[in-house]
């Protein structure tokens, strides 16, 4: 462990040294900082007085089941290639299926790495419907937009997409409203906020009186961005502090907003463990809906039902730890994953099995 982690920790503890009343509860909402908290074993230098929890940070995590479910009677029409990211590969649907296990048994599943790539095998395939599961926050979501456009304005007629794109402060929202959680600071998520620019979680301090930092990804950089809260909430202030400026600028990136506001349009979602949030989801805006791949295919679908004894829900807005699911680490692991949380790097439950000697210990 760095000098430098340990002396970033010190400073954190005396600035907490004095806190008498009850521990602090801060969450971090961000799949990258999840990773980065327990690769470094950094729970295990913060102090009694302080707890740090993750929330809804995984793309992947956070899409229902009903998604799920969706995607694979697409994958089971004969003229349907459906493509997606790796990690929807092996989340789990209401039978307990995945895509990874549709493709075994013969349907057309395929791994991509950009949606780009999607457009590129419509053109190769024209006697297929390419179907791309479009799955992410606003940091990947405008790259979707483009490959739209660029299908667009190439009168494309075999590519779709399925959408389960979302947006982070609205579920902020949601957690700084929580009396289940009574969470004293945010530590909002880097790479979005790259998009969106430090000022999108304003209203979320001022309406809820909640401290929010944005930090880097180094253990050292989100024990800065703790520190931050720790001093708002010690001065009894709420705002928003970037503690990443070389990547956060205000206003983010408007090239990146412009092609969200171009092709989606808000809409409710269903986020799991958090239910319905009001305008937290994308959906295509009626200029795109012949690329909509829920609007092109009429298929039949069962009633969402998530996986008996799995905690991942309540994993997810912070409410129990990963080692806190019964199934944790037994019946569900990174192998044979039961729960969404333990399918993607990014997941609580993933992470903290992968580095359980840091980050449980």
């Not at 004969?78 to 307990?96: C, I």
Request: hydrophobic share 45%.
């Amino acid at each position: 462990m760095s000098s430098a982690l340990l002396a970033e920790a010190r400073a954190l503890c005396s600035r907490l040294g004095a806190w008498r009343d009850r521990p602090l509860t801060f969450m971090e909402v961000c799949g990258t900082h999840t990773m980065a908290v327990a690769k470094s074993g950094l729970r295990t230098l913060l102090p009694e007085t302080l707890r740090l929890v993750s929330g809804p940070g995984c793309p992947v995590c956070v899409t229902p089941v009903g998604y799920v479910d969706h995607a694979l009677a697409l994958a089971a029409l004969s003229d349907v290639v459906v493509v997606t990211f790796g990690d929807m590969m092996r989340v789990p649907g209401s039978a307990g299926s995945s895509l990874l296990r549709a493709r075994a048994a013969g349907a057309d599943v395929r791994v991509v790495y950009s949606p780009r790539e999607a457009l590129t095998l419509a053109h190769a395939q024209k006697q297929k419907q390419i179907v791309f599961l479009s799955v992410g926050f606003e940091t990947t979501t405008p790259g979707v937009a483009a490959t739209l456009l660029e299908a667009r304005r190439e009168g494309v007629g075999n590519l779709s997409a399925l959408t389960a794109n979302k947006t982070i402060p609205e579920a902020l929202s949601t957690l700084a409203a929580s009396a289940e959680l009574r969470l004293d600071g945010l530590l909002c998520p880097g790479h979005v906020s790259v998009v969106l620019g430090p000022e999108v979680y304003q209203p979320i301090a001022a309406r809820f009186g909640i401290p929010c930092a944005i930090a880097g990804f180094e253990a050292v950089e989100i024990l800065r961005g703790l520190a931050a809260l720790v001093d708002q909430v010690a001065g009894g202030v709420a705002r928003v502090d970037n503690c990443y400026p070389a990547a956060v600028r205000p206003g983010g990136n408007p090239k990146a907003r412009q092609l969200l506001d171009e092709v989606f349009e808000p809409c409710d979602a269903d986020w799991r463990g958090l239910g319905v949030i009001p305008r937290s989801g994308l959906r295509l805006r009626e200029a795109f809906a012949h690329l909509d791949a829920a609007r092109r295919f009429e298929v039949e679908l069962p009633e969402p039902v998530e996986p008996r004894g799995c905690r991942c829900g309540e994993v997810l807005r912070g409410a129990v730890a990963p080692d806190e699911c019964p199934l944790f680490a037994g019946a569900c692991t990174p192998e044979q994953p039961i729960g969404a949380c333990m399918v993607s790097s990014e997941g609580s439950c993933a992470a903290a099995f992968a580095h359980a000697s840091e980050d449980l210990a």
